[in-house]
Nanobody, 115 residues
């Protein structure tokens, strides 16, 4: 069973930065998709950023130019660098990965951006 563990969330003022990390329990090159989702209170979970096994990235329009997703195969980790944070970025951020056997989720990490 694949385990994903997020870290790096917290409270930050608007305009600040946070770096989220997701540690996987196995080699991440075996995933064909890795991404970060977030869920704000009262809203549906949405895809924020994604990266394919080939390195192609995709971002929600609301975070383009502010967030950057990357992987570190040596550390089996996924990272989300978040800059110029806004109050509307507040939510629980989840790490997700997919392969031919399933769809895996971390437990989530809270990000709160104060105005």
């Amino acid at each position: 069973q694949v385990q994903l563990v997020e870290s790096g969330g917290g409270l930050v003022q608007a305009g600040g930065s946070l770096r989220l990390s997701c540690a996987a329990s196995r080699n991440i090159f075996r995933f064909n998709f890795m991404g970060w989702y977030r869920q704000a209170p009262g809203k549906q979970r949405e895809l924020v950023a994604a990266i394919s096994s080939g390195g192609s990235t995709n971002y929600a329009n609301s975070v383009k130019g502010r967030f950057a997703i990357s992987t570190d195969n040596a550390k089996n980790s996924l990272t989300l660098q978040m800059n110029s944070l806004k109050p509307e970025d507040t939510g629980v951020y989840y790490c997700n990965s997919k392969d031919s056997n399933g769809d895996y989720w971390g437990q989530g990490t809270q990000v709160t951006v104060s105005s």
